[in-house]
Every structure is written in C-alpha cells, then in structure tokens.
C-alpha cells in the first residue's frame, strides 16, 4: 500500500499542510526542528495510533489548538481509501474511512506502516516494557481484535491488584479472598492468549530478523528472540531454584495451566505486596547476538542493526501476511547514523517496498536511489517538492 497524499491540520507545528506522495521512496528534508519528524509521525499515529515518541496523544495537538486532524489518501490493490482520525484534547478520539465513522482502534484495518527511528535503539537497551509494547504493536497490527484483548486483560490487572492492596491494608486472610479467584480466571484466560499470541509472534519473527539482519549489517551473525515468561519461571522456581532455562520458551506447558501454577504459586508474596507478580505485564523478550544478550553486550552498532532489523522483520511480517499488502515503510533520521557502505545496504534492503519515507537533515546522507522524491521542509510547511 502506499499514501498518496497527507492532510494536517492542528498537528505539532503543522497549522495545516497538503503534502503530495510519490510511489516509491519520499525524502523529506530541512533543517533541525522544521517538521521532518513531525510529518512521519502522524502516518505512524494513524496504523499505531501511538507516537514513536510520546506516550499522551497531546503532545501531537498543535500548542493553542483544541484538535489535530491527520487525514491520508491510500492506495491499495488499485482502491483508494480516505483515513483520518482526529486528536481531540478534551474529548475521544474520533476516526473516519472514507468519511464513515469507525472506532479508532480499528485503523490498522486499513492502513500499516512500520516507522524506524533513532528512539528504537531503546528496544535492545531499554526496559522489557518497550519490548512489550513493541510486540504488542505488531500484534495490534496484524489483527486489531488483540487491543480489545491487552486492554481488557490491564483493566482486569488493575483490578486484581487493587484487590491485592485492599486485602493487604486490612489484613484479610487469604481463604476470605473468593473474589480473588474470579479475578484469577480472568486474568489466566486473558493472559494466556496474549502470552500464547507473543510467543507465535516471536517465532515467525525470527527467520525475517535473521535475513534483516544479515541485509543490514552485512555480518555473519546470528540474532535471537527468546521470550522470557514469567508464568514459566514462577512454575519452575519452585522446584529448582536457578530458574534459568525455565523462564524462556513454553517448553509444551500450556500456558493456561503455566500462568494458574504460577500464581498459585507466589499468592502469598502477592498478598504481601499488593501486586500481580507473574503473566504477560511482566514478560520479556530476550534479543541475544551470537549467543550473548544484545543488551549489555552488543556495541553501538550493533544494537542498531539489531533494532533496525527488528523493525524490517516486522515490516516483512506485514508483508507477508496482512491484508493491507506491504506497510509503508518509515525511516526516521536514520541514515546520519550509517556509515556509507551501511547506506547502501539499507537502501538495498528497503528498495523493494512500495513506499518508503525518509526524513534527514542533510541530503547528502540519503543514497542517490532514495532522492528521486524530494520535499523541503521549514518552519511546518512543504517549501519545495521536487521530482528527479
Ligand atoms: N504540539 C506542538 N505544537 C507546536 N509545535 C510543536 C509541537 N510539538 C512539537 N513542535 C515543534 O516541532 C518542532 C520539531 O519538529 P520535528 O521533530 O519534526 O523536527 P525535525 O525537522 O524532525 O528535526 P530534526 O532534524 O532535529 O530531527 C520543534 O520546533 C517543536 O517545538
């Protein structure tokens, strides 16, 4: 798929912009601070309906408006669809296809892109929260039912631990906890299908990311996924105390019996803290390269292959399995980072998409083969669009 035309109005310092898209890449250029980022981010808003870099969608709300509007024309399998949402500061959100109302949560239905900045570095060397989120995304992504699920499983979540809280502030003994174990059932149903869709994720994502990563970096490495899951660990625990191997992999435990395990395993110390202390809130996934954890081990390089690849398995995902045909695919400031020979090599690596966008600061930066669409930008406004 691929967007033919954007729409701003209200967003970050867009007060409103009609920018035109090429087939093929988009090089968006300017000075620091003019709008570059802003630009992709509102096309990364309307398939994740979330930013690459803030978590509140306000921030995305130009200062002194009440709503920003990001409207995309796209073009799939030779349709043509109208998607919008609106940002609204002091009310829901609201999106439309086509000018017919739809929940918001439903966009990635119609449109996928796939966005790779220099934040993603944080995906190898941040918390195991970043690496949920970003499987979650992709999950999302792929099939937008799994929002209602994340979300009904955080609000079950919730509850259970201010359950927790309450029973630990009065000191309520734990057979006079019935309603714990409604909440429990929940919590496994809900879990289990999160903690069963990641790890399915997971594993188709590793032939891509090896293949990404080998295009991108050009080494003979080996990159590997290995979920971490806390219901397996809490099981395992208990009998060896090492708990190593135990906590990644399903090793043919459902996960359902796993998770119920788990908690009746750590009730007390839950009881103790007033907290959930095992299921899919607190999983990992373990990037390692060549046998070591990416995290800690792998040099700076290295770690942004890593991401960069990751971002380009999950582009290659969509691709293969989605509906909306390929994602477009966004890069982010990314080629001052790269040194020459590695510029070609994404270049390479990206050439086959239907669309790519790219924002950087110097032209220079940008293989000649990705210049042949060229918009300027300065101050939140296209100054100049120009054609090879
Ligand atoms: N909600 C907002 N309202 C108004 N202006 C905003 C808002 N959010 C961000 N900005 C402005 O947008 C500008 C940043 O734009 P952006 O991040 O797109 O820069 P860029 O062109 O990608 O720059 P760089 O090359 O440094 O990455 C800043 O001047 C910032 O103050």
Redesign the pocket.
């Known amino acids: 798929m691929r967007v033919t035309h954007l729409s701003l109005t209200d ?3 867009y007060r409103t912009a009609e920018v035109p898209f090429a087939a093929g890449a988009n090089l ?1 250029v ?10 992709v ?1 509102s096309l990364g808003y309307l398939s994740t309906l979330g930013s690459h ?1 803030v978590s509140s969608d ?8 009440d709503a ?1 509007i990001v409207r995309a024309r796209i073009r799939h399998d030779g349709r043509e669809l109208l998607v919008e949402v609106q940002l609204n500061r002091s009310s829901p959100n609201r999106a439309q296809v086509n000018r017919a109302a739809i929940k918001p949560r439903e966009l990635p239905r119609y449109f996928s892109s796939v966005l790779f900045a220099p934040e993603d570095l944080a995906l190898v060397r941040g918390e195991p929260g970043i690496r949920r989120r970003f499987l979650d995304q992709l999950l999302i992504q792929q099939n937008p039912r799994f929002a209602g699920v994340i979300g009904d499983y955080e609000r079950v979540l919730k509850q259970r631990n201010t359950l927790l809280k309450s029973a630990r502030a009065s000191r309520v003994r734990e057979d006079q906890l019935g309603t714990l174990d409604i909440w429990d059932e929940r919590l496994i149903q809900l879990g289990s299908e999160l903690m069963d869709a990641r790890l399915d994720l997971v594993a188709r994502l590793s032939d891509p990311l090896v293949a990404a990563y080998r295009s991108v970096a050009g080494d003979d490495h080996h990159p590997r996924l290995l979920p971490q899951l806390t219901v397996f660990g809490a099981h395992v625990e208990d009998e060896d105390d090492s708990g190593e191997e135990s906590v990644t992999g399903s090793a043919g435990v459902a996960t359902t019996e796993a998770f119920r395990r788990a908690l009746a395993n750590v009730r007390r110390k839950e009881l103790e803290r007033g907290l959930t202390l095992v299921g899919p809130h607190r999983d990992d996934v373990l990037f390692e390269l060549n046998g070591l954890p990416a995290k800690g081990y792998a040099s700076h390089g290295e770690s942004w292959s890593f991401a960069l690849a990751l971002k380009l398995a999950s582009a290659e995902l969509l691709r293969r399995e989605s509906t909306t045909g390929d994602p477009v695919l966004i890069l ?2 990314v080629f001052a980072e790269l040194d020459q020979a590695r510029r070609r090599m994404l270049a390479t690596a990206v050439s086959g998409y239907e669309q790519v966008l790219i ?3 110097v032209y220079d930066d940008v293989p000649d083969e990705l210049t042949a669409h060229t918009v300027r ?1 300065e101050a ?1 406004a296209i100054v100049e669009a120009t054609d090879a």
Do not use: S, Y
């Open positions: 967003f970050r310092n968006f300017g000075r620091n601070g003019q709008g570059k980022t802003n630009l981010e870099r306000q921030a995305m709300i130009r200062k002194d408006a920003a982010d400031d924002t950087a600061a930008i939140g």
